[in-house]
């Protein structure tokens, strides 16, 4: 691991509050390449809170402590402008008979940072029942959101009927809204149920606001899933993990049972072992942090953090998540028939047709890869 990587993990520690400064000190002397440095903490979204601790360390040198604290300032003023955005839009769906659950974004920030400007989030997260979709969505449009990747009618509804969530997008202001109806798009049994969300959140305000929140059990387990579906490629990804683990009133065995009632036991426990090999959490010792696949795991997300180095494909990486037969079965099974916006873009066939597509995404995979495949 280069010298940078260390620093910028050593100041992740030490903003979380499990590392001090000294070591930082001492790790920093030996940095070379400071705009390697600043550009890694800016790309792994943790510019923000890396700041402070290399500000103390007294060894920066000037030019690259003035980008960090920009990237900290614009990242305030950025989460200021979408948490007033959040709060607008709970308050007109909501007024319109639309229940919402906001996940992640300026919540998780104060849950686990205690404030707005520490933590980068780019979009608004909501959770609606699918029955409220389309109102939801008109609701948006009258406040200039469109659909982030506009499709025909026919083919964006056959993409909704596979898929978890659409991406809506204001262009003015460049603000991006995703609509949930679930939490994942298969192969995790429990959570595909849109019931999921609605029995596992609690209350709570922003900005005065009043509004709907996963609880702490339940944001701490999605965070694992979210990470894991996502390989873990960004470092923040895991400092939210350890900053709510440090901050929250998360219940361990609750934590657990909720894992394992959805089959995401082994994602909570890769969560868990990066964040405290990463940035010394002090995260619960379940025995399954000792599961060879979660070892396997962690080191193929090690590789690619830090030496970029070759790694499992995607599906290998996302079956050995699963423990259950059942969710592995459902997760293939949605890779290979369920339409994207790739496959619709391909033909545009009717309502009666719709199931068509189901057959057009794996022919179309079929043709992509056996191309590659007789072309070595």
């Given at each position: 691991?280069?010298a940078?990587?260390?620093?910028?993990?050593q100041?992740?520690?030490?903003?979380?509050?499990?590392?001090?400064?000294?070591?930082?000190t001492?790790?920093?002397?030996?940095?070379?390449?400071?705009?390697?440095?600043?550009?890694?903490?800016?790309?792994?979204?943790?510019?923000?809170?890396?700041?402070?601790?290399?500000?103390?360390?007294?060894?920066?040198?000037?030019?690259?402590?003035?980008?960090?604290?920009?990237?900290?300032?614009?990242?305030?003023?950025?989460?200021?402008?979408?948490?007033?955005?959040?709060?607008?839009?709970?308050?007109?769906l909501?007024?319109?008979?639309?229940?919402?659950?906001?996940?992640?974004?300026?919540?998780?920030?104060?849950?686990?940072?205690?404030?707005?400007?520490?933590?980068?989030?780019?979009?608004?997260d909501?959770v609606?029942?699918?029955?409220?979709?389309?109102?939801?969505?008109?609701?948006?449009?009258?406040?200039?959101?469109?659909?982030?990747?506009?499709?025909?009618?026919?083919?964006?509804?056959?993409?909704?009927?596979?898929?978890?969530?659409?991406?809506?997008?204001?262009?003015?202001?460049?603000?991006?809204?995703?609509l949930?109806?679930?939490?994942?798009?298969?192969?995790l049994?429990?959570?595909?149920?849109?019931?999921?969300?609605?029995?596992?959140?609690?209350?709570?305000?922003?900005?005065?606001?009043?509004?709907?929140?996963?609880?702490?059990?339940?944001?701490?387990?999605?965070?694992?899933?979210?990470?894991?579906?996502?390989?873990?490629?960004?470092?923040?990804?895991?400092?939210?993990?350890?900053?709510?683990?440090?901050?929250?009133?998360a219940?361990?065995p609750?934590?657990?049972?909720?894992?394992?009632?959805?089959?995401?036991?082994?994602?909570?426990?890769?969560?868990?072992?990066?964040a405290?090999?990463l940035l010394?959490?002090?995260?619960?010792?379940?025995?399954?942090?000792?599961?060879?696949?979660?070892?396997?795991?962690?080191?193929?997300?090690?590789?690619?953090?830090?030496?970029?180095?070759?790694?499992?494909?995607?599906?290998?990486?996302?079956?050995?998540?699963?423990?259950?037969?059942?969710?592995?079965?459902?997760?293939?099974?949605?890779?290979?028939?369920?339409?994207?916006?790739?496959?619709?873009?391909?033909?545009?066939?009717?309502?009666?047709?719709?199931?068509?597509?189901?057959?057009?995404?794996?022919?179309?995979?079929?043709?992509?890869?056996?191309?590659?495949?007789?072309?070595?």
């Amino acid at each position: 691991m280069r010298a940078e990587w260390t620093v910028v993990l050593q100041a992740c520690r030490s903003a979380l509050g499990y590392g001090g400064h000294e070591e930082l000190t001492a790790l920093a002397a030996a940095v070379t390449d400071w705009t390697w440095l600043v550009r890694c903490a800016d790309e792994h979204a943790v510019a923000p809170i890396v700041y402070a601790p290399l500000a103390a360390a007294g060894c920066v040198p000037a030019a690259a402590l003035a980008h960090l604290r920009t990237a900290l300032d614009e990242n305030a003023l950025r989460s200021i402008v979408l948490t007033r955005h959040l709060c607008e839009i709970v308050a007109s769906l909501e007024q319109h008979g639309i229940q919402v659950i906001p996940i992640k974004g300026p919540l998780l920030a104060r849950s686990a940072y205690g404030d707005l400007a520490s933590r980068r989030f780019a979009d608004l997260d909501l959770v609606v029942h699918r029955r409220d979709l389309d109102r939801a969505r008109a609701i948006l449009a009258q406040r200039g959101f469109g659909p982030a990747i506009p499709l025909a009618r026919d083919a964006e509804a056959a993409v909704l009927d596979a898929d978890y969530h659409v991406a809506l997008v204001e262009p003015e202001q460049n603000v991006m809204v995703e609509l949930h109806w679930a939490l994942v798009r298969s192969g995790l049994a429990g959570m595909t149920n849109e019931a999921w969300p609605w029995t596992h959140c609690g209350e709570t305000t922003a900005l005065g606001v009043p509004m709907r929140t996963l609880t702490s059990d339940a944001t701490f387990m999605y965070l694992c899933v979210h990470g894991s579906k996502h390989r873990w490629s960004q470092l923040g990804w895991l400092c939210d993990l350890a900053a709510l683990a440090r901050t929250s009133s998360a219940s361990w065995p609750a934590v657990e049972r909720l894992a394992a009632s959805v089959g995401a036991i082994r994602m909570v426990m890769l969560g868990c072992t990066l964040a405290a090999d990463l940035l010394g959490a002090s995260l619960h010792d379940w025995p399954g942090q000792r599961d060879a696949h979660v070892a396997r795991l962690a080191s193929d997300v090690r590789a690619r953090l830090f030496d970029d180095a070759p790694t499992m494909s995607f599906p290998a990486f996302e079956l050995r998540l699963r423990t259950r037969l059942a969710d592995r079965i459902a997760y293939l099974a949605q890779i290979a028939t369920g339409p994207r916006a790739p496959d619709v873009r391909l033909a545009a066939l009717p309502h009666s047709a719709r199931a068509l597509y189901y057959v057009l995404r794996p022919a179309r995979l079929a043709a992509k890869y056996g191309r590659r495949a007789f072309g070595r």
